[in-house]
C-alpha cells in the first residue's frame, strides 16, 4: 500500500500542476493579439489540460479509491477531503470549460479574471487536503 500511497502523492502533485499552470496559460492567452501566440496558446493548453492534467486528476482518484479500499472509511476528516476533491473535480471541469471556450475564440474574461482563479481556487483545498490527511482532526 505505500507503493500506492505514493503513487497517489505524485499523481496529485500532477494534478496541481494543471491547476496552478492551466490558468496562468489564460491570462496570457487572454492578453494575446496576434494569431501565432493565440494558436500557440490553444496548443500548450489542451496538451496540458488532456495530456498532463486530466490523467493526473484520473490516477489520482483511483489511486485514492485504491487506498480506500485497502484502508477503509477511518473518521470524519476522510469525508471532508472528498468533499474538497469533489471542489477540485468540479474546478477541473470548469476549467475545461474555459479551455473550450478559448478554443473556439470565445473567451468572455479579461486576463484580471484569470489572474484570480490562478491560485485562489486551488490553494485552499491543496492546504486544507494536506492538514486533512496529516493531522486527522475528526
Given amino acids: 500500500m505505500l507503493w500506492i500511497k505514493s503513487l497517489h502523492i505524485v499523481f496529485m502533485v500532477t494534478w496541481f500542476a494543471g491547476f496552478f499552470y492551466l490558468p496562468r496559460l489564460f491570462v496570457y492567452h487572454a492578453l494575446a493579439t496576434d494569431a501565432t501566440g493565440i494558436e500557440r496558446f490553444k496548443r500548450m493548453e489542451r496538451k496540458l489540460y488532456f495530456g498532463i492534467m486530466t490523467p493526473g486528476a484520473v490516477l489520482t482518484i483511483v489511486s485514492g479509491l485504491w487506498l480506500w479500499l485497502g484502508y477503509g472509511i477511518t473518521g470524519g476528516w476522510l469525508y471532508a477531503k472528498l468533499a474538497l476533491v469533489a471542489i477540485l473535480v468540479a474546478h477541473h471541469l470548469w476549467l475545461g470549460a474555459l479551455m473550450r471556450d478559448f478554443q473556439r475564440d470565445r ?28 493531522l486527522k482532526p475528526f
Fill in 107 to 134: 473567451n468572455r474574461h479579461s486576463d484580471v479574471f484569470y489572474r484570480w482563479i490562478n491560485e485562489i481556487p486551488a490553494l485552499p483545498a491543496l492546504v486544507g487536503i494536506v492538514l486533512l490527511v496529516v
